[in-house]
């Protein structure tokens, strides 16, 4: 049988786990809109920023002492003028709504990104967090529930789904974005969830099934290796029923 091949990364919470991978997406980005009704787009801004904080006030007030923090960081975000006066000033121009939040959000995202400080270049992720929340919203998409005891791969994981799964059962983290000193990162370490951290430039995150079906796959935290099972190998591993994608 040929040998598995293995991805590097950093850990972000040490441990080892084995199971399915479930393939995570965020929220479809908003198709450049102009021409559009700016009354009726800043309307609908409103709506999806009164529902995110509401979800998320609620997320709070069920969320364990160790993640409520993490609430905290983005609930007065939806209120700052410093944020949504720019988005505003987007709708007015023409454009969607779901089109202004995404490109005010993302120069803010890259700005936290570049930060010097490790800190600020953490919060990047909450920022990821609160647009997906309010792009989903501005779309009309729910969430999808995140399935216990399995890997959970993608570009990254919002706190606040991460906070939504029922980690008893197990799991794992592989992700191509983020910090150990992320939310997610500190959460995981906390609940004994492994996590791994790619660079992208060097270990991208390998697409982990070209089918339907999921794979069994390992990974060690401890060591900062993911293996996912080689292609001409995987007809010999048993199939798990488990959905591949899920959105985030």
């Given amino acids: 049988m040929p040998q598995p091949v293995e991805r590097v990364g950093r850990p972000a919470s040490p441990g080892i786990f084995a199971g399915p991978i479930i393939q995570l997406r965020g929220p479809e980005l908003p198709v450049e809109g102009v021409d559009c009704d700016a009354l009726a787009e800043g309307d609908a801004l409103r709506d999806a920023l009164e529902i995110a904080t509401a979800e998320l006030r609620a997320l709070y ?4 002492d160790d993640a409520k923090g993490i609430v905290e960081f983005q609930l007065p ?10 988005v505003m000033e987007r709708i007015m121009t023409g454009r969607s709504a779901a089109n202004a939040w995404q490109g005010v959000l993302a120069v803010q995202i890259a700005d936290y990104e570049a930060a010097d400080d490790d800190y600020f270049r953490a919060r990047a992720g909450d920022l990821a967090d609160l647009k997906d929340r309010v792009l989903r919203l501005l779309a009309g998409e729910a969430d ?10 993608g570009e990254d994981l919002p706190p606040s789904r991460f906070l939504a799964i029922d980690w008893s059962k197990g799991g794992a983290i592989v992700l191509a974005r983020g910090s150990p000193l992320s939310h997610v990162a500190i959460l ?3 609940r004994g969830v492994s996590s791994i ?6 270990s991208p995150i390998p697409n982990p099934s070209a089918g339907s ?3 069994p796959s390992l990974i060690s935290a401890s060591s900062s290796s993911y293996r996912p099972p080689p292609a001409r190998a995987r007809s010999f591993l048993p199939r798990s029923k488990t959905s591949k994608t899920a959105p985030v």
Avoid: H, Q, V, Y
């Fill in 61 to 64: 007030d069920s969320a364990p």
């Fill in 213 to 215: 079906e999921t794979f």
């Fill in 188 to 190: 995981a370490r906390a």
């Fill in 197 to 202: 951290k790619f660079a992208r430039t060097t």
């Fill in 144 to 153: 999808a529930a995140l399935p216990a005891g399995a890997i959970l791969m």
């Fill in 77 to 86: 975000m939806l209120e700052d003028p410093s944020l949504l006066e720019p």
